[in-house]
């Protein structure tokens, strides 16, 4: 389908306000005015964001910020999704997207998963030509990016 990533990008993070309150956290959007429309399968992209952002709320403490920003760039579109959480540790990266792969640190909040969100992201957004990239420094934060060849 073809349709307006802003929107959906803006109902999800709408969605996450509740339990961004509930873990003491500010969820920002920072999404273009204008209209970014994309050929997707609106509801599997929204399930990768969606579990971008859990990941970020789950691992990252109360006073943190989880950023939601969608950028357009001349070739590519780009869903950044942005934490000052615990970050990730660099010798554990590689594997992240692996299925049932999860970090090793001392319980925090409810850190309890199975380690197939990110398996999840890394399907969906390949299924749709896309890739994702992570940025990630131990005690400073993580970024997760979706990027998609932008057509025209
Ligand atoms: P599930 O998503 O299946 O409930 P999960 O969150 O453990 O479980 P993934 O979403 O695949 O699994 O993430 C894999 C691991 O990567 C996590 O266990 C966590 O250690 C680490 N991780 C993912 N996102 C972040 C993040 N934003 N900040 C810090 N660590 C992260
Ligand atoms: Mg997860």
Same mark, same amino acid.
């Given at each position: 389908?073809?349709?307006?990533?802003?929107?959906?990008?803006?109902?999800?993070?709408?969605?996450?306000?509740?339990?961004?309150?509930?873990?003491?956290?500010?969820?920002?959007?920072?999404?273009?005015?204008?209209?970014?429309?994309?050929?997707?399968?609106?509801?599997?992209?929204?399930?990768?964001?969606?579990? &971008?952002?859990?990941?970020?709320?789950?691992?990252?403490?109360? /006073? @943190?910020? !989880? +950023? #939601?920003?969608?950028?357009?760039?001349?070739?590519?579109?780009?869903?950044?999704?942005?934490?000052?959480?615990?970050?990730?540790?660099?010798?554990?990266?590689?594997?992240?997207?692996?299925?049932?792969?999860?970090?090793?640190?001392?319980?925090?909040?409810?850190?309890?998963?199975?380690?197939?969100? &990110?398996?999840?992201?890394?399907?969906?957004?390949?299924?749709? /030509? @896309?890739? !994702? +990239? #992570?940025?990630?420094?131990?005690?400073?934060?993580?970024?997760?990016?979706?990027?998609?060849?932008?057509?025209?």
């Amino acid at each position: 389908r073809y349709f307006n990533l802003v929107e959906l990008l803006q109902d999800l993070i709408d969605d996450y306000e509740i339990q961004a309150e509930e873990y003491k956290l500010n969820i920002i959007g920072d999404l273009p005015d204008e209209e970014v429309m994309i050929y997707a399968e609106p509801e599997l992209l929204r399930q990768a964001v969606s579990n &971008l952002v859990s990941n970020a709320c789950k691992y990252t403490s109360a /006073g @943190g910020v !989880v +950023q #939601v920003r969608l950028l357009v760039q001349l070739y590519w579109i780009i869903i950044q999704v942005k934490d000052n959480g615990d970050g990730i540790p660099a010798d554990d990266l590689p594997y992240i997207f692996e299925r049932f792969y999860r970090v090793n640190t001392k319980k925090k909040r409810d850190q309890e998963g199975f380690g197939l969100g &990110l398996a999840i992201v890394n399907q969906i957004v390949r299924a749709h /030509g @896309g890739r !994702v +990239q #992570v940025k990630s420094t131990i005690g400073q934060g993580t970024t997760f990016q979706i990027e998609f060849v932008r057509f025209y």
